[in-house]
């Protein structure tokens, strides 16, 4: 059962041609993760389709995700694409460390650590690789430094280093809105997206997690469908019965009719083609 977790990917080629990508030679390097963080981000949608639609049982052992993902062209959520993305990196020749983590989403109380991360020791560096996160998250490797601020595709983020070893990503917004804003004197206030624990966890504890996650009445997961990919000047999304475009220009959003629109929705602008 919890071998699979641990399995090597059935076709490595396969998944760098899935991500439009030549297979590196030499060894590993930051440029190289920046690069393999963007195309995955770009190229494989994040998407609860199989817990919110069908019902369906996820497993996280590596040939499931990789038929999933790499043959079937279809996404997952982040159980599904930091396991896969983690092998790809390892087999790659970095040093990951897989993790726990939570949205930092207000609620009013604490959420609950529901998220699973990688993290990467890179020539006496560490990283955050996250292909798998929902939200906002920047197109390149986080340097774990406290108090560390990054541009990424024109958003602002900021790294903080919490009690009892929490690294938190803050976004601090839009470079646009963030420069507008200081033109008038005002200032932007930030969001908190997600935490990471500096702690190494074991693949086995995200199993229970990814559980809860895609078959529990309480979870997002299962309570509406979200499909989010990023793109070359922004992102698009689905949440709910709502299609949404992202761009500098601003935000369009539009109802999603019928299930016949979902699906060529899916087919024209997220790679997804469902069987019937």
């Not at 390097?29 to 981000?41: N, P």
């Not at 369906?56 to 896969?84: A, H, M, T, W």
């Not at 949205?103 to 699973?116: A, N, Q, T, W």
Request: with cysteine.
């Amino acid at each position: 059962m919890y071998e699979e977790l641990y399995a090597p990917l059935p076709d490595r080629n396969l998944y760098w041609e899935r991500l439009g990508m030549e297979p590196p030679t030499g060894e590993p390097t930051r440029e190289l993760l920046d690069r393999m963080i963007l195309a995955h981000q770009c190229r494989i949608p994040f998407e609860n389709l199989d817990a919110c639609d069908f019902r369906r049982p996820i497993s996280l052992g590596i040939p499931d995700i990789f038929q999933k993902v790499i043959v079937d062209k279809r996404g997952g959520y982040c159980f599904e694409l930091n396991s896969l993305f983690d092998a790809l990196l390892q087999e790659t020749g970095f040093k990951t460390m897989p993790c726990l983590g939570r949205s930092l989403k207000d609620r009013g109380y604490v959420y609950p650590i529901l998220h699973r991360g990688i993290m990467v020791n890179l020539d006496g560096e560490r990283y955050l690789a996250e292909v798998g996160y929902g939200g906002p998250t920047p197109a390149c490797a986080i340097p774990l430094v406290d108090g560390a601020e990054l541009d990424s595709r024109g958003q602002r983020f900021r790294v903080e280093l919490h009690e009892n070893g929490w690294w938190h990503l803050i976004y601090l917004g839009s470079i646009a809105k963030l420069n507008a804003a200081a033109e008038r004197g005002e200032e932007v206030p930030p969001t908190p997206a997600y935490a990471i624990l500096d702690v190494p966890a074991a693949l086995t504890d995200f199993v229970p997690l990814s559980y809860f996650c895609s078959t529990h009445p309480d979870s997002v997961f299962t309570q509406w469908r979200m499909v989010n990919l990023r793109t070359d000047d922004g992102n698009i999304s689905i949440t709910d019965d709502a299609f949404t475009r992202v761009t500098p220009e601003g935000k369009e959003t539009k109802r999603v009719e019928s299930d016949d629109e979902f699906r060529a929705l899916l087919s024209e602008h997220f790679g997804i083609e469902l069987p019937a």
